[in-house]
């Protein structure tokens, strides 16, 4: 069974940094692709950032260019997402996500397969 | 950037009402689009990928429609489990996804 565990999340003041972590199981983690995606409160899904399996692409949504950094750790089948420069609009859950390839008459699609149930960031002094 | 739109924003409706969702990108995506449904408390849930490919164990009365910048998400028959707020998502761009702004579906 397919699981992605999220943890780091918490109470950390304007200006700050923290650290997400993702613990992946039940697939072959180092040939997937994963992603973080946010909700913040009354708002909808925000894609933030992609890496490829190998860790050597990464990709970012404008809103966190600079601030986030995605990384993983395939040996400990394990996902990250450094936060710095947190301000008030960083609250939201944060979700780890993995995409994965299905075809739908011959041609290839990316999809959002597998999620996390989401840890929660809150920004406030 | 791509940019996704939805309508409505949210909308009531009744146990077994036919139920239409609109979602509108800001150029060509071919049938790169994907319908997710998200619950309060629970991770978002693939429903439609491919624009019109049902995802494994979702229920029929799913369906989607369209392709290039126009795309269409129907429940045929809605059910209490159906309330929920639902988002459409590009894969063109991959792998700079976007989502629409969801559409809430809620009890009239």
Not at chain 2, 43 to 51: D, E, G, H, R, S
Not at chain 2, 67 to 90: K, N, R, V
């Amino acid at each position: 069974e397919v699981q992605l565990v999220e943890s780091g999340g918490g109470l950390v003041q304007p200006g700050g940094s923290l650290r997400l972590s993702c613990a992946a199981s039940g697939f072959n983690f180092r040939n997937s692709e994963m992603n973080w995606v946010r909700q913040a409160p009354g708002k909808g899904l925000e894609w933030l950032s992609f890496i490829s399996g190998s860790g050597s692409a990464m990709y970012y949504a404008d809103s966190v260019k600079g601030r986030f950094t995605i990384s993983r750790d395939n040996a400990k089948n394990s996902l990250f997402l450094h936060m710095n420069s947190l301000s008030a609009e960083d609250t939201a859950i944060y979700y780890c996500v993995r995409d994965e390839t299905f075809y739908s008459d011959s041609s290839a699609y990316l999809v959002f397969d597998y999620w996390g149930q989401g840890a929660l960031v809150t920004v406030s002094s | 950037d791509i940019q996704m739109t939805q309508s409505p924003s949210s909308l009531s409706a009744s146990v077994g009402d036919r139920v239409t969702i609109t979602c509108r990108a800001s150029q060509t995506i071919s049938r790169n689009l994907n319908w997710y449904q998200h619950k309060p408390g629970k991770a978002p849930k693939l429903l439609i990928y491919a624009a019109s490919s049902l995802q494994s164990g979702v229920p029929s009365r799913f369906s989607g429609s369209g392709s290039g910048t126009d795309f269409t998400l129907t429940i045929s028959s809605l059910q209490p489990e159906d309330f929920a707020t639902y988002y459409c998502q590009q894969s063109y761009s991959m792998p700079l996804f976007t989502f629409g702004p969801g559409t809430k579906v809620d009890i009239k």
